[in-house]
């Protein structure tokens, strides 16, 4: 793939990666992803809002390859306060791991506290950085699709619904991202990354309600990568994973920087 942002986005350590900075915003444990010399006068503020398993080494690279492509402030505010989801639970298939999973979705994952945070975020930011005036956020997403005999465990709840409750009318964000789709209206530009985990007619689905939109956006499967490719299950030392990881991020770093106005 050749682009700018290829040329921008910095090397991905698969191992031992050390992220950049942290503080507090929202009352939230924040990550604060961004190069230290442009922080203070970005003008791009980017919210990463995670996957179930919170701030993975992973995701973080990511953020910080953002931060780097775009100059931008990217935050990760730390949504479960410490208390992700345990890679342990999954899949849920015991009586105890399906409780634990089912009280962490319907508690801490729950979506109105969250796109409360993530709202919140924007205004406090707005406060420590006033030099910005573009706002994007993108989620990295997990799903309940793994079946408890007779019903699903939870029915398509996913955190980066938080982003897709977040990109309807009155967003604050002009553009907006995730992968591993929610079906929703946008009233931003949004772009879709999918895995090949994802039944082919529901990806389909998600083209075209971001087709009729008209707002701009698409939709792309990543046909050999598993859920979670880009967030706290991408394993970055196996080699077709580390590529697909870059060029997913390379994908949003082009299409944020398409619609920067």
């Known amino acids: 793939m050749s682009c700018e942002a290829c040329l921008t986005l910095p090397t991905v350590v ?3 990666y050390t992220t950049k900075g942290s503080e507090k915003m929202a009352g939230l444990e924040a990550n604060c992803s961004t190069d230290i010399t442009g922080s203070a006068t970005s003008t791009v503020c980017i919210i990463d809002v995670y996957d179930a398993f919170g701030m993975a080494s992973q995701t973080l690279q990511g953020a910080d390859i953002l931060a780097t492509a775009l100059n931008a402030v990217v935050l990760v505010p730390d949504f479960f306060k410490g208390e992700p989801a345990k890679h342990e639970w999954v899949p849920p298939d015991t009586d ?3 409780q634990l999973f089912i009280k962490f979705m ?3 994952a729950a979506f109105p506290g969250n796109v409360d945070a993530l709202l919140q975020t924007v205004k406090e930011a707005k406060e420590k950085y006033p030099s910005i005036t ?4 993108f989620g990295l997403c997990w799903g309940g699709k793994k079946k408890v005999n007779p019903k699903p ?3 398509r709840v996913t955190i ?3 982003v897709a409750l977040a990109s309807g009318p009155g967003t604050p964000f002009a553009a907006t991202g995730q992968t591993h789709p929610v079906c929703t209206k946008y009233s931003a530009q949004h772009v879709v990354l999918a895995s090949k985990d994802e039944p082919a007619d529901a990806v389909a689905d998600y083209k075209e309600v971001i087709e009729s939109n008209g707002k701009g956006g698409f939709v792309e499967t990543y046909s050999t990568m598993h859920h979670g490719w880009m967030g706290a299950r991408a394993n970055l030392e196996d080699e077709a994973n580390l590529k697909e990881y ?8 082009e299409f944020f920087k398409k619609y920067l106005k």
């Open 14 to 16: 698969p191992t031992g």
């Open 96 to 98: 105890e791991k399906r």
């Open 106 to 108: 319907t508690e801490r």
């Open 134 to 137: 573009v706002w994007r956020t």
């Open 153 to 155: 465990l939870l029915t």
């Open 160 to 162: 980066v619904q938080v």
């Open 246 to 253: 870059i060029r997913g991020y390379t994908q949003f770093a």
